[in-house]
């Protein structure tokens, strides 16, 4: 069985996270990585398999800007931090993903300069991506871009490491994909690639660009908006949509990540529970986007701390919480526990059975194993999971 078979993500955005200052550098090491110990043991009881961390590596600002791939940014440690965090995920039987920015990398990076030959150019003039003065995109038609990307790749891996999200992965060719996975694969046969993928064909995308899994976003978008407008219309057609994506690829399912509104300010605590509802029932590799278990809020905003809202400090331990998200943090771990004794619904086959537009009602098959789903949005939002072998679960608000 891989490891998109049974894995569950615990995601967190570290610098936000840990409470460093996200929109400055500076060159002082402070060790943060090590306070993330008391939320592992919070994924480990959750029911989460892994920990998917946002970027660690040395950047200008909020990580994505990188400026070293090899060093840990000072903000949040340094090389032993990140040797004593590996040791703890594997300790605690947690798989560790790191999220790799290989598209772009900052305009003060080292590569950076009058001839910078490795950098994708027009005309004479360095690509910026989608707009960002600051960032600038890599040429992926070069040799010597892949071997430094492999290199990148395999010395994180040497370290540890279970595997990498690949940031903006849908910018860069799907040939260029597959070549680097197939030599990092030759040293690394069961590292699991994540390929953040927003539109399109995802199954297909995934099978050009020999990725395990890409973002399901279209499902994200299709159960929080159908909780919203109380319209299961649009629902039923993403689950379709998901099965045909789902037949050959395990695909990333979430209700929230780095980059989003958070789910209980889109539908609220009710609704949070519903969208969690699908998330851990229907076919897919589920990642919990750290505090969505507790009610979280957030909206993002506009400008250079656009995104400051979702990515909020977490507190020192996981006892410092506020009581008033233990009811949902219940009812994730409920969810989860289903999913890992149902495992095999990470590669079911999911059909819909009925729908109006306040309720839908869902099957996931595989051989002989069924879970059926009814899911109501209205008058009372509440939720009935029946599996084949006896197990049922239910929630109501």
């Known amino acids: 069985m891989s490891l998109d078979d049974h894995a569950i993500w615990y995601h967190v955005y570290p610098l936000g996270a840990l409470g460093a200052p996200v929109h400055e550098r500076g060159a002082e090491v402070v060790h943060r990585l090590g306070a993330l110990e008391p939320w592992l043991d919070h994924a480990v009881g959750l029911g989460c398999s892994g920990l998917l961390l946002g970027p ?21 440690g340094d090389d032993g931090d990140f040797d004593a965090l590996v040791a703890a995920c594997r300790e605690r039987g947690l798989s560790l993903m790191l999220d790799g920015v290989f598209n772009h990398v900052s305009t003060q990076h080292g590569l950076v300069g009058e001839d910078s030959p490795m950098l994708r150019r027009s005309n004479g003039y360095l690509y910026t991506w989608e707009g960002h003065d600051n960032l600038v995109e890599l040429d992926h038609t070069r040799a010597d871009v892949a071997d430094w990307i492999t290199g990148i790749m395999l010395h994180w891996l040497r370290r540890g490491i279970a595997g990498w999200r690949l940031d903006v992965a849908y910018a860069v060719a799907p040939e260029f994909w597959r070549e680097v996975i197939a030599r990092v694969r030759r040293e690394f046969p069961d590292a699991l690639f994540l390929g953040e993928v927003i539109h399109g064909d995802y199954g297909a995308i995934a099978e050009a660009a020999t990725f395990d899994s890409v973002t399901a976003y279209e499902l994200w978008k299709a159960t929080w908006s159908s909780i ?74 506009t400008g250079l701390y656009a995104d400051d809202a979702v990515r909020p400090p977490l507190p020192a331990t996981p006892a410092d919480l506020l009581p008033t998200g233990a009811w949902l943090e219940t009812v994730y771990r409920d969810l989860i526990g289903f999913r890992r004794r149902h495992a095999w619904l990470s590669r079911g086959h999911l059909a819909v059975v009925a729908k109006e537009n306040a309720w839908i009602e869902y099957a996931v098959t595989h051989g002989d194993d069924r879970v059926d789903v009814r899911l109501e949005l209205e008058p009372t939002p509440r939720v009935v999971v029946r599996a084949s072998d006896g197990e049922t679960w239910g929630w109501s608000a």
């Open 56 to 76: 660690i590596f040395t950047s200008v600002s909020h990580g994505y800007d990188t400026l070293d791939h090899y060093s840990i940014d000072p903000r949040l």
């Open 228 to 301: 919203k407008d109380i319209n299961c219309w649009e629902l039923a057609h993403a689950l379709e949509r998901h099965r045909s994506f789902s037949a050959n690829h395990v695909l990333n399912t979430f209700v929230g990540n780095h980059d989003v509104d958070r789910i209980a300010s889109l539908v609220g605590g009710d609704g949070a529970a519903l969208a969690a509802s699908v998330l851990f029932t229907v076919p897919g590799m589920p990642s919990v986007y750290y505090g969505d278990e507790q009610g979280f809020t957030g909206v993002r905003g």
